[in-house]
Structures are given as C-alpha cells and as structure tokens.
C-alpha cells in the first residue's frame, strides 16, 4: 500500500465548546495520510491518475473553513468521511491539532483512521 502524505495544513474555524470560542477563529492543524495505489501515475506521469493533494487540500480548506463543530473529535470524522466519499480514498488517517487548547502544551488534539489499508 502506498500512502499520500500532507502535513500542517492550517485552517482557521470556529471549534469548542465554550462561549469565546463560538465567536472566535481558532487555527487547527490536519494531518493526513492517504491509502493509495501510485504505480499508475507513477507510469503515466499525469495528474488524471494520481489522486491529486492539492484539490483535497483546497476541498478541506473549503469544509472546515466553513463548520462549526465543538469537538475536534467531530471535525476529525467528519474529514475522513468527506476523503472517503469525495475522493474514494479506502484507508485515512487524520490528525486534527488545536494547539492552544491547553495552556504549557504545544499540541492537543485527536488522531483517527477509518477504512481499510489497501
């Protein structure tokens, strides 16, 4: 199984539970690993076959740009059932940081996968 790869992609929502933060963008950091087979765009050296980073990462960008959850736990799942509906993608893993969430800590957050590995 190969896998794709994005790391530290920063976007800014509207994430928790308390008052503050319904109000207030927070910047969260997704990372994700991607379940996929590169031999045929390895071979054919053409986007049309490779599952293309770059409109997942504008798609995420997009969606969480514009939600509203309270729990990253939430926001987590909800990614890795958008990547694997939207983009057919068997296997994810998705690693959602909300970094200032406690104070002396540089990152908290959640870590899932779903699917399975190809």
């Known amino acids: ?37 590169v031999a045929r765009a390895a071979q054919s050296d053409d986007i049309a076959d490779a599952l293309d980073y770059k409109q997942i990462a504008k798609r995420l960008i997009a969606f969480v740009g514009e939600s509203r959850f309270q729990l990253v736990e939430t926001l987590a799942e909800r990614i890795a059932t958008l990547l694997r509906e939207e983009f057919g993608v068997s296997w994810c893993k998705v690693t959602v940081n909300k970094g200032g969430a406690i104070r002396g800590a540089s990152a908290v957050g959640i870590e ?7």
């Open 112 to 118: 899932i996968e779903r699917g399975q590995p190809g």
């Open 1 to 37: 199984m190969d896998r794709i790869f994005l790391r530290d992609l920063r976007v800014e929502t509207i994430i928790g539970i308390y008052d503050w933060e319904r109000e207030t963008p927070q910047t969260v950091s997704i990372d994700l690993e991607l379940a996929t087979d």
